[in-house]
């Protein structure tokens, strides 16, 4: 009762406050007009033909060989690179939460291996693999003397996605096993079980709702993955790159829209799943911190296999990493290794470099604060507010999530080149910098909502209740108490923003026009022709700017509080 009569106060406090209200009804267009509608549309191409509904276009798609071989692809890689992914994560977080290491190079190592592929561009990996283990590779032809290797197709696949997607297992499971109480593991020792048995029999199944949690967020991740198959990919095509070969080569939007349905029905089902099921039995498994501080081992029959294996696979990702600015000083790859700075020269002489990077840079700078706003405001209806709508405004925002960017990028296409906005108001929006401004806030949105969730969640309700209290309405409540609260949630949500902006590739690349250089896109296209030099170099100069601009981001961020990107991203 006394709920009741609190939820239906809160409900006139909203009433009574205009801007919030206002708040309220542009949100709700916003994901409706961003979000829901370009998927609404996918279902109107697919389902609606000149004759009425109709299953006519399913039925055309099904019977391609091409779809149903990319769907059984894209299966078999999702599973297989989830299960990778998890047990390489779970290795990096139980070593950096349980193990004591030798020296703090190895710590400070893995914790910055198990991060890089996060902030770093999408298909960096894609090419060093093939600079590495392809035909003119320096291990295969140089060390091993193999000179018809090839690395395109599944396997290449599979190294890369695993390499790029266990940071985000890690991240999740990191989190997990330090909210695990070590009296739990302790008692079992002290009753004399092996370390192997403590950990299959105590804390393995304290994490396991989250593992499985984790290997759904990849799964999807994987699926729903562009740059990397079809930089490596070869002949082996997934759902992602067929969309876009269906568009781009068979011009065959209806056919590309129905593959794109069935592709998010995939991913849709895969979150549901995660967020509701999995992710609400992974925080009752561990319902609070740790009770004190946990006693690290020390015993070299587990510390040092542990670190050959984390070492191994940080050796590895170290070495893919360095191999992209010597690709992009070597005379030619694979026959002349004489340095000559030619690749970076003729990035800004004969390939709009300068373009390129001013694009990329301004467009995501433009989307990263906007995106980090929209999510603290999202975050603070949804933890802070009682309204009807509230629902449909987080588990919209959060749908993005499970919208490859693939789909996204069709959906844009049929929604405001050829749907109800051809002409009106958003005519102009087709083709525009606004256009891809919009895509970089909807892709980063979920991201930055969780993480001001979580933070919001922290605070006292009374803290804000005072400043009410004392006449201030929620706009100014916002301002001066909750956003300085959440300062540092916000700020890391900016960074992590622009990195997913100037990165992004698999919903631009079908949205960009000619008169937009972005560098994911010029990258893309030079690895396909194979003029690796000019591609290596276009990444070289992403990456610098990138972890540039994470730098000095961070600097700026310690200036008003605690960083916490390096948690986050």
Not at 38 to 62: C, H, K, N, Y
Not at 415 to 425: E, K, L, Y
Not at 503 to 526: C, D, G, K, Y
Not at 534 to 539: L, P
């Amino acid at each position: 009762m006394a709920r009741t009569q609190s939820a239906e106060l809160d409900r006139k406090k909203l009433l009574a406050d205009p801007i919030m209200i206002t708040t309220i009804v542009v949100l709700i267009a916003f994901l409706t007009l961003f979000i829901l509608y370009p998927l609404a549309i996918l279902l109107v191409d697919s389902f609606i033909t000149e004759r009425g509904p109709s299953l006519e276009v399913f039925q055309r798609i099904f019977e391609m060989h091409t779809f149903t071989t990319a769907i059984t692809n894209t299966l078999a890689v999702g599973l297989l690179v989830s299960v990778a992914s998890a047990l390489v994560g779970l290795l990096f977080a139980y070593v950096e939460v349980y193990v004591k290491l030798r020296t703090r190079f190895l710590s400070g190592l893995f914790k910055v291996v198990s991060m890089l592929p996060v902030v770093s561009p999408p298909f960096v990996l894609s090419l060093s693999v093939i600079m590495l283990f392809g035909k003119a590779g320096i291990i295969t032809r140089y060390l091993l003397g193999i000179y018809d290797n090839s690395v395109y197709g599944f396997w290449g696949i599979f190294v890369v996605q695993t390499l790029t997607f266990f940071p985000v297992c890690y991240m999740m499971l990191r989190g997990l096993l330090k909210n695990i109480d070590p009296s739990l593991e302790e008692a079992a020792r002290d009753m004399g079980a092996s370390r192997w048995k403590v950990f299959t029999s105590v804390t393995l199944p304290l994490v396991l709702p989250g593992l499985g949690n984790a290997f759904l967020v990849t799964f999807i991740e994987s699926i729903a993955d562009f740059a990397n198959p079809m930089i490596i990919g070869g002949s082996y095509d997934t759902l992602a790159t067929t969309i876009y070969l269906q568009i781009t080569g068979a011009y065959d939007k209806e056919g590309a829209a129905a593959m794109a349905v069935v592709l998010l029905c995939i991913t849709l089902l895969m979150f549901i799943v995660q967020k509701y099921v999995l992710e609400a039995k992974s925080t009752a498994t561990l319902t609070g911190k740790a009770s004190r501080a946990r006693m690290l081992i020390t015993d070299r029959s587990v510390t040092l296999p542990l670190t050959i294996l984390c070492g191994a696979v940080a050796l590895f990702v170290v070495i893919m990493y360095i191999c992209v600015p010597f690709g992009a000083l070597f005379k030619t790859w694979g026959y002349d290794f004489s340095l000559t700075p030619k690749w970076f020269i003729q990035v800004f002489e004969r390939y709009h470099g300068f373009e390129a990077f001013r694009d990329s840079f301004v467009l995501s700078l433009i989307a990263a604060p906007l995106t980090a706003l929209l999510s603290m405001i999202i975050s603070y209806l949804v933890v802070k507010r009682n309204f009807r709508t509230k629902g449909f405004i987080e588990f919209v925002s959060m749908l993005a999530m499970a919208v490859p960017g693939t789909v996204l990028g069709v959906g844009f296409i049929r929604g405001f080149s050829a749907g109800v906005f051809r002409t009106g108001f958003l005519q102009g929006l087709y083709g525009s910098a606004a256009i891809l401004v919009i895509v970089f806030i909807v892709r980063s949105l979920p991201t930055g909502t969780r993480s001001g969730i979580s933070a919001l969640r922290q605070i006292d309700k009374s803290i804000e209740e005072s400043a009410y209290d004392m006449g201030a309405d929620s706009f100014t409540v916002f301002r001066t108490v909750t956003l300085p609260l959440i300062k540092d949630s916000f700020l890391s949500g900016l960074v992590t923003a622009f990195v997913r902006s100037i990165t992004a590739i698999s919903a631009i690349i079908l949205l960009v026009t000619p008169q937009f250089f972005l560098i994911t896109v010029q990258i893309n296209e030079f690895a396909e022709k194979g003029s690796y030099g000019i591609a290596c170099a276009f990444a070289t100069i992403l990456i610098a700017i990138t972890y540039g601009s994470v730098l000095l981001m961070n600097l700026a961020i310690k200036h008003f509080g605690t960083s916490k990107y390096t948690e986050e991203a």
